[in-house]
């Protein structure tokens, strides 16, 4: 793994198997996979969500969360900001 040492915290470290986590960057917070790359970085912040190979992202502007699958789809949509979109914004 060889991440660059420039986030300010990971949340959570890594989840498995995906092996992405959230984390904190001067801009805002972002999804990362291990090499550092963001993951469907046109989202902005989200969520991973363990062993479901999903990912949870605020919509503001229409206040809900989008569940999508790793590659970017969009899967569902929650009316209202869940518990983790919420904690994502």
Do not use: C, H, W
């Not at 660059?4 to 990362?32: K, W």
């Not at 090499?35 to 190979?53: C, F, H, N, Y």
Request: proline share 6%; glycine share 8%; aromatic share 8%.
């Amino acid at each position: 793994m060889a991440i660059p040492a420039l986030y300010g915290e990971f949340n959570p470290f890594f989840v498995q198997p995906e092996g992405l986590a959230r984390v904190n960057l001067a801009t805002g917070y972002r999804v990362i996979d291990q090499s550092g790359k963001t993951v469907l970085e046109k989202r902005g912040d989200g969520i991973p969500l363990a062993s479901m190979q999903r990912l949870l992202f605020s919509d503001d502007s229409e206040s809900s969360a989008i569940m999508t699958a790793l590659q970017g789809r969009e899967l569902t949509r929650f009316a209202g900001p869940t518990a983790a979109a919420s904690r994502a914004s």
